[in-house]
Every structure is written in structure tokens, then in C-alpha cells.
């Protein structure tokens, strides 16, 4: 059974870093593209990071782009968002996703098949 399960997720002030952990049980891990997503209070998700299987291809949404860095371990079956610089408005809850048949990354979150429950990260001023 596939399992996606984010940690990492805390209180944290204006300009401090967090690192969220993504751990996903897919026996084709090294072939999955995996991305981040958010949802802040009263909003719809949108997409913030995406990587692709073999870790050579990123993307990222402009908001985080340059304060925000995702990476993966696919020995551990391990991805990461490294977010720095966090702002206010970053508060939300950050789900992690796997899409299982791209040749690459992807914003859609059509796309992608296994979710994890999120975990909540706030940023206060």
C-alpha cells in the first residue's frame, strides 16, 4: 500500500527556515516525480515545487522561487523542501504528491496520484 507522509512542519518567525520531509512507501520511487504543494487559510492548494524522478529537473512556483529548494534521495525514498527567508504569508499546510507515469515534473496536481495528510506550517511576523 502507498503511503506518503509529510514531517517537518512547526511555528516558525518571519525570515527563519524550515526543512519539510516527504516519505513516500512506492516501490517505483525512482521513478516518480514528486512535488509540493500548499493550501493557506480560506484559499485553494497551489502548486509550490516539483521535482522530477532522477532529480535532475526542479521548477518552482515565482512565489518561492529563490527562498525555497526541493530536493529527493531516492536510496531513502526521501524528498525535501528546504524554505528559507519564510514570510507570513507562506502559512498554510503542505501536502506532498507523487505522480507515478511522467516522463518529467508537473504543476497539475490532476497529475499527480498519492497525497500525503499535510503538515502545517506557520509563520509568524
Known amino acids: 500500500q502507498v503511503q506518503v507522509v509529510e514531517s517537518g512542519g512547526g511555528l516558525v518567525q518571519a525570515r527563519g527556515s524550515l526543512r519539510l520531509s516527504c516519505a513516500a512507501s512506492?516501490?517505483?520511487?525512482?521513478?516518480?516525480?514528486m512535488g509540493w504543494f500548499r493550501r493557506a487559510p480560506g484559499k485553494e492548494r497551489e502548486f509550490v515545487a516539483a521535482?522530477?524522478?532522477?532529480?535532475?529537473?526542479?521548477y518552482y512556483s515565482p512565489i518561492v522561487k529563490g527562498r525555497f529548494t526541493i530536493s529527493r534521495d531516492n536510496t531513502k525514498k526521501m524528498v525535501y523542501l528546504q524554505m528559507n527567508s519564510l514570510k507570513p504569508e507562506d502559512t498554510a499546510d503542505y501536502y506532498c504528491?507523487?505522480?507515478?507515469?511522467?516522463?518529467?515534473?508537473?504543476?497539475?496536481?490532476?497529475?499527480?496520484?498519492?497525497w500525503g495528510q499535510g503538515t502545517q506550517v506557520t509563520v509568524s511576523s
Open positions: 512506492i516501490r517505483t520511487f525512482s521513478t516518480t516525480n
Open positions: 521535482i522530477s524522478w532522477s532529480g535532475d529537473s526542479t
Open positions: 504528491a507523487a505522480e507515478l507515469d511522467g516522463s518529467s515534473w508537473t504543476t497539475d496536481e490532476t497529475e499527480y496520484d498519492y
